[in-house]
């Protein structure tokens, strides 16, 4: 690249993009994409300096215009974008990314709940659904007996077997309003940890030892679901981006991200919680709110 100097957006992110001032008010920054910035610079031959985001933000619409990463590049702010950016289609519409360095899987993050097994089999649904549930029943059952059976009781264990077939209950989720958006990372992490309405967050998987660093009241799920590629972000027919790609593809292929991961992201320290959705034993004791019912519906059954 013939020792240009680029100018390269970034943002403080933990573990990747970290931004350090000093008392004399010297910036530094380090991390695991500032040391494959590094590695680049002396494959490629170029030469770098790094710029805050100009607004905070990573890059996306707000009101009809480009905000972050993406709007520096389409103002030419500078060059290229340096973070762990997600490639999304939305943002491709307007920039391109390098070939990714790094793909991670999400996890379901929430608060660490003490386990309450009263009345455990009513969990799955609120009161209110509950009594919609039984009050449809009741309809129902009126409306096949006019219908079809003469027996009311066959009725009602006809349509009781329709709403449970096969005894599979889905948990779904209640609302997603604005309250359920954050515009940081630590915005997020501070709703659910505060164990208000907003009590789950999806992220990537590696972003969960930061989490846990600094909230230890979260626990995560064991599986990881939808990974997403990372990438650095550039401007379209950029003429950087081909020898960009090869210089990544070449790092990725050597194990060197991997050596950078273990290197660079930091594992948690909350030894006193678990750190994932754990199972606990059920004890017969467990089950009375359940057996009477039982009883209730043998004795009201005679």
Known sequence: ?????????????????????????????????????????????????????????????????????????????????????????????????????????????????????????????????????????????????????HDPDKSIWYIFGSYFNQAKLRAKVNKLGEDAFYNTFNEGLERISSGGETNVMILEEGSRHAARRKFCNLQHGREGFMPVPFALMIRKQSPYKALLDKGIDKIVESGIIARLQRKYIKKEQCPTFKTTFMSSSVKLSNFSSILYLLYGGILLSR
């Open 1 to 149: 690249m013939n020792n240009s100097h680029l100018i390269i957006a970034s943002i403080h992110l933990t573990d990747f993009t970290e931004k350090s001032v000093d008392e004399n008010g010297r910036v530094t920054w380090s991390g695991l994409v500032i040391e494959l910035l590094d590695i680049l610079s002396e494959m490629l031959n170029f030469r770098y300096s790094i710029i805050d985001s100009v607004d905070g933000f990573w890059g996306g619409r707000e009101n009809g215009s480009w905000t972050g990463f993406v709007k520096m590049l389409l103002e030419n702010q500078c060059d290229l974008a340096a973070s762990k950016i997600t490639v999304t289609s939305e943002r491709r519409q307007a920039v391109d990314f390098t070939s990714p360095f790094m793909y991670e899987p999400h996890v379901i993050f929430s608060s660490v709940l003490s386990p309450s097994y009263e009345f455990l089999f009513l969990k799955p649904f609120k009161t209110e659904v509950w009594l919609c549930l039984l009050s449809s029943l009741i309809l129902m059952a009126i409306v096949f007996c006019l219908i079809r059976f």
